[in-house]
């Protein structure tokens, strides 16, 4: 009977995006107390939900058995950043630089990443990636996506292309949206108001308005989920000066889930999102100086549709994934439109098989389609030429021995429609020591890619036909260790990473293949701390040394320190410290380069529940001692900040 509710329990933990693993592979200890229902998983320990993770096998693991590193954001987490944006929140990981995320909220980001672009930091949301095919860098904008319907984060750092496909090479964010709950119905409604000021305005009345609702429940076999976001804000220009018009940012986000447990065995999920954002913006719209424009606006609209599922089986799982998206963004720029179509399509079909409780064997194919239209009075990408299709087989290979070693090695071949097959791959290697030594030894060699964009390939004044996927490759070797008891937890992984054939502009605006090798080389630690079962601090550092080309707004030096205090089970504190060390910025055609100063953010939170269960109340400020600082050249930041918010559980 204990190892029916055991097995239980783990499928109802890893519901829609986690994969099982063997009943056996993940240790829930009696002293935990669990109610089942229906399946569904009511009570689990924070701590041991960040022991299992998906992302560098796709089914659950223990993470002790991972060979990476993996940075995971739980719900209980993320309850601790009320009020807090998802960019804001990732900028705070361990290696992680989201640039923009101080900035008005209208702002392009920029996701940084060991020396990384945009275009090598692949997002997946519930199994699926995503991306925009109309991009210069066909990247996700993490805009779109309110950190309300967020349930949980895993951030896979180093080259994962050999599972993930394209993108995959610097980072992997692997997103979890809400599910739904035990009850038949549940509703949840919130609220948060903010000021919204640089340093030098200190009018704090609100301009920040970030409100949603959500109902959700189970019914025999069904589970549903759908929940509305609308966020407006005003207050700054997002060019930086004095006098300026305000700009505003509008976004709209729904999240549709619906789900049925067809057999003991079979489960299908379903989910439809749309996501709207409006904006104002200045002169230039892509990071580089800027000037006040009162003409400039934007508008995007994203649908996301798709299914997923996943059949049981003695000895593993089959699992499907797939989801398709079309977005339109309409820019309006020194008078002129600028309208932006895109399609993709992805299916990823794998199944896991058990050949003993020690060795995993995954074998899948992925197929993902693009298509994109750009229209202007400058030019045009018409869709009957701008596509591409990818299908990609790859196999991954897991063993874990019962003495501490375990590898996870695996390979994928890259068949592109434009370029020739490509071959990527890993090898991940670590050991575990026994419980009198509790360190982890990990090291890793992966390859990864990254295929030319539909814009760099097909436009009409600077596209390149003959581009080949850019090359990425990652070594990592570091150690884990948990102390006393667990209450500390150190992990240290030096890297160095290469890139080959990347992918610039020349002189007469022409996409091409760099020639040569650039490096990036550097270290990233976090220290977790449970100082008492009240007081937890959490602190990491990340340097990185880079080659030239690769060092605009990566910073050489960047700490974070979080301490969290509960003075009573209704009654939280927080506390975030962020450091950032200069960086180069660069502007204009050919690049001009300019030094930004290094700064530092405090930022504190309390949050307090009123009602048991019913409703709870957040206070916050943000950059507590009004620091001054620079994003981008050009581009306003964020002074000192306050914001108030409920949340009421229906």
């Known amino acids: 009977m204990k190892k029916i509710l055991k097995a239980v329990a783990i499928l109802a933990l890893l519901n829609t995006c986690a994969y099982a693993q063997e009943k056996d592979s993940i240790k829930i200890p009696n002293s935990k107390l669990f109610e089942i229902l229906s399946g569904k998983l009511v009570s689990f320990d924070a701590n041991q939900l960040k022991e299992v993770v998906i992302s560098d096998t796709k089914f659950a693991q223990r993470q002790e058995k991972s060979g990476k590193v993996i940075e995971v954001i739980t719900a209980q ?66 805009r779109l996506l309110p950190i309300d319907q967020v349930e949980r984060i895993e951030i896979m750092k180093g080259a994962g292309s050999t599972l993930y496909g394209t993108g995959a090479a610097t980072g992997v964010i692997n997103i979890t949206l809400k599910k739904a709950t035990k009850k038949e119905i549940q509703g949840n409604a919130y609220v948060n108001i903010g000021s919204n000021n640089t340093a030098d305005n200190h009018k704090y009345n609100g301009q920040d308005f970030n409100q949603g609702l959500s109902f959700n429940g189970k019914h025999h076999k069904f589970d549903y989920l759908t929940s509305l976001n609308s966020t407006e804000t005003s207050g700054m220009s997002e060019a930086q000066g004095e006098n300026y018009e305000k700009d505003f940012f509008s976004r709209i986000a729904v ?120 229209d202007s009075a400058f030019g045009k990408i018409d869709n009957e030429k701008a596509k591409f299709v990818i299908v990609d087989p790859y196999t991954t290979v897991v063993y874990n021995s019962s003495f501490g070693f375990n590898l996870n090695t695996g390979v994928r071949m890259n068949s592109h429609s434009v370029y020739k097959n490509h071959l990527v791959y890993n090898f991940n290697p670590s050991y575990l020591f026994g419980k009198k030594t509790p360190i982890r030894l990990l090291a890793s060699y992966s390859t990864a890619y990254i295929t030319p964009s539909l814009y760099q390939l097909y436009d009409a004044y600077s596209g390149n036909i003959n581009l080949e996927p850019e090359e990425n490759s990652t070594i990592e070797a570091g150690f884990e260790v948990k102390l006393y008891n667990k209450k500390i937890t150190l992990n240290t992984v030096a890297f160095l990473r290469e890139e080959k054939k990347a992918i610039d502009v020349d002189a007469n605006y022409i996409y091409y293949n760099v020639d040569g090798k650039s490096k990036a080389k550097g270290i990233e630690t976090s220290i977790l701390v449970d100082v008492t079962p009240k007081l937890t601090v959490n602190a990491n550092y990340t340097f990185n040394e880079l080659d030239e080309r690769l060092q605009r707004l990566n910073p050489k030096h960047k700490a974070n320190l979080a301490v969290n205090y509960e003075f009573t089970d209704r009654f939280f504190a927080a506390i975030n410290y962020q450091y950032l060390s200069s960086r180069i910025d660069a502007f204009g055609f050919p690049s001009q380069f300019v030094k930004l100063d290094a700064y530092r953010l405090l930022n504190a939170t309390l949050k307090y529940e009123l009602i048991k269960n019913r409703l709870t109340v957040f206070g916050s400020a943000t950059n507590i001692f009004n620091e001054e600082f620079v994003e981008n050249v050009g581009y306003s930041t964020r002074g000192r900040n306050f914001k108030i918010g409920l949340n009421i559980i229906l």
């Open 77 to 142: 987490d993320l309850e601790k950043k009320s009020g807090q944006s998802l960019p804001t929140i990732l900028s705070q990981a361990a290696g992680m630089e989201i640039n923009g995320n101080q900035s008005a909220n209208g702002k392009n980001l920029g996701y940084y990443i060991r020396g990384g672009r945009n275009r090598q930091v692949l997002i997946v949301i519930d199994g699926v990636p995503v991306t925009d095919a109309s991009g210069i860098s066909m990247e996700y904008d993490l």
């Open 255 to 374: 999240n549709q889930k619906i789900g049925v447990a067809v057999t003991s065995k079979l489960r299908v999920d379903l989910f439809g999102n749309y996501d709207r954002l409006k904006n104002t913006f200045d002169d230039s719209y892509n990071g580089v100086t800027s000037s006040d424009n009162i003409n400039n606006q934007g508008k995007t609209e994203q649908f996301r549709a798709g299914v997923s599922s996943k059949y049981t089986y003695n000895k593993g799982e089959f699992v499907f994934n797939s989801g398709a998206s079309s977005s339109k963004r309409n820019l309006l720029i020194f008078g002129s439109e600028f309208e932006y179509k895109s399609k993709n399509v992805s299916v990823d079909a794998f199944n896991k098989y058990s050949f003993s409780k020690q060795f995993f064997v995954l074998l899948g194919t992925q197929y993902q389609f693009s298509e994109m239209n750009f």
